[in-house]
């Protein structure tokens, strides 16, 4: 069964190099890979042109729907959504994709995902933000299920006619959709790259933001954009800031806290005003 990697790139210029690298040098063979540049304005359909594998534009419409666009033009039988922030072991294609290529299931997920720059102080917060041990981004415990794929067969992407376009939790909205779970696939090891300035945490906090009142369990939209706002407020902030950077002996979470906070918090009275959900 062919493999196809789709990434949707959005001014990655930074990073799309390193990931491209890695994934030219995977010991499964039969695979092609699909970059989607979602109207980038820096060099990064440049560095993509230097490498062998397929260039695709448009405007910018975020993440889901330029995945959707890579699936369409995609000549494998599986589908592989990776970003451009990550690199990989040489044999995570092969394990992401074996349980499928059995007959196992028809998507899967890795929770072998490591970070990459964590000795960087700000990507230590991120993890700590999150409640995640600093070096990887599933806990030890985590379940073998979730709803992001990482793989998945075509014909059921297709027939789920891929992802919803609502922003930073786009790739959720597949399994809801299919009405079934990623598995984990064993030893499909990758690694993820957190921000690593403050610069940058703003810019990601700002793209989760856009989204983040969905996360909550109430039917009024209304109520959640209310409630996320007064989660993320600056006294709340300053409190959970405070409580971790003593707890975690890092003076600096502090900093970050506010930084983070205040980019969700912008989206979130954004989202009053109809601004955009994408990146």
Same mark, same amino acid.
């Given at each position: 069964m062919k493999v196809s990697?789709?990434?949707?790139?959005? #001014?990655? +210029?930074?990073?799309?190099? $390193?990931?491209?690298?890695s994934l030219s040098k995977q010991s499964l063979k039969d695979f092609e890979? %699909?970059?989607? /540049? /979602?109207?980038?304005?820096?060099?990064?359909?440049? %560095?993509?042109k230097s490498f062998p594998v397929k260039l695709t534009e448009q405007k910018h419409l975020g993440a889901g729907l330029a995945r959707n666009k890579g699936a369409q033009?995609?000549?494998? $039988? %599986?589908?592989v959504f990776v970003d451009a922030d990550m690199t990989f072991d040489n044999k995570f294609l092969d394990m992401l994709t074996k349980p499928i290529r059995g007959?196992?299931?028809?998507g899967t997920f890795s929770k072998y995902e490591y970070v990459s720059n964590k000795e #960087?102080?700000?990507s230590k917060c991120w993890n700590i933000n999150k409640s995640l041990p600093v070096d990887r981004m599933h806990?030890? #415990?985590?379940? /073998?299920t979730q709803p992001v794929f990482r793989a998945i067969l075509k014909k059921?992407?297709?027939?789920?006619?891929?992802?919803?376009?609502?922003?930073? %939790? $786009?790739? =959720?909205?597949?399994?809801?959709?299919?009405?079934?779970?990623?598995?984990?696939?064993?030893?499909?090891?990758?690694? =993820?790259?957190n921000p690593d300035n403050l610069r940058e945490v703003y810019k990601q906090a700002r793209w989760i933001g856009k +989204?983040?009142?969905?996360n909550r369990k109430i039917k009024n939209e209304m109520i959640m954009r209310i409630i996320s706002i007064i989660r993320y407020s600056l006294p709340l902030t300053l409190v959970n800031g405070i409580f971790k950077s003593i707890k975690f002996l890092m003076p600096q979470f502090l900093i970050f806290k506010i930084v983070y906070d205040f980019g969700i918090e912008v989206s979130l009275i954004g989202s009053f005003f109809g601004e955009q959900k994408y990146k």
């Open positions: 990697v789709v990434i949707p790139v959005f #001014n990655e +210029s930074k990073v799309i190099r $390193d990931c491209l690298t890979v %699909i970059v989607v /540049d /979602d109207g980038s304005t820096d060099q990064t359909k440049n %560095i993509v033009e995609a000549s494998g $039988d %599986i589908l007959g196992k299931t028809i #960087n102080i700000w806990k030890a #415990n985590s379940p /073998d059921e992407f297709v027939k789920a006619d891929g992802f919803e376009p609502v922003g930073y %939790i $786009d790739d =959720h909205t597949l399994a809801k959709k299919l009405g079934t779970l990623a598995v984990s696939a064993k030893g499909a090891i990758f690694y =993820h790259q +989204s983040e009142y969905k």
